[in-house]
């Protein structure tokens, strides 16, 4: 059973700070796929749009309006993905959501799982 436990959402003030953790459990990788693990947010009024995301390979990706500011990593031996997030701005407010699935060498997605999401309010 594959389960996805979030923490370390909050309240923070403009250029704060906050740290994600996402604890995975039941989590098989495979050589033959890519292994995808991920941070989306989905913020009042708009849809949900991919923030980070990291491979079993190592590889990272982020969403422009993170860059510089957002780090995802992951530490193997808690079994556990991070975001780190700096210089929060008030557009960072939004639900968070941890993600892992695995990815085909088409690029389809599959065996995906989600968090219960954590709220990010980044406001004065």
């Known amino acids: 059973q594959v389960q996805l436990v979030e923490s370390g959402g909050g309240l923070v003030q403009p250029g704060g700070s906050l740290r994600l953790s996402c604890a995975a459990s039941?989590?098989?990788?495979?050589?033959?796929?890519?292994?995808?693990m991920g941070w989306y947010r989905q913020a009042p009024g708009k849809e949900r749009e991919l923030v980070a995301e990291?491979?079993?390979?190592?590889?990272?990706m982020y969403t422009d309006s993170v860059k510089g500011r957002f780090t995802i990593s992951r530490d193997n031996a808690k079994n556990t993905v991070y975001l780190q997030m700096n210089s929060l701005k008030s557009d960072d407010t939004a639900v968070y959501y941890c993600?892992?699935?695995?990815?085909?060498?088409?690029?389809?997605?599959?065996?995906?799982?989600w968090g219960q999401g954590t709220l990010v309010t980044v406001s004065s």
């Open positions: 993600n892992a699935h695995k990815r085909s060498q088409l690029g389809r997605r599959y065996l995906e799982v």
């Open positions: 990291l491979t079993g390979s190592g590889s990272t």
């Open positions: 039941g989590i098989i990788f495979s050589i033959n796929a890519i292994n995808v």
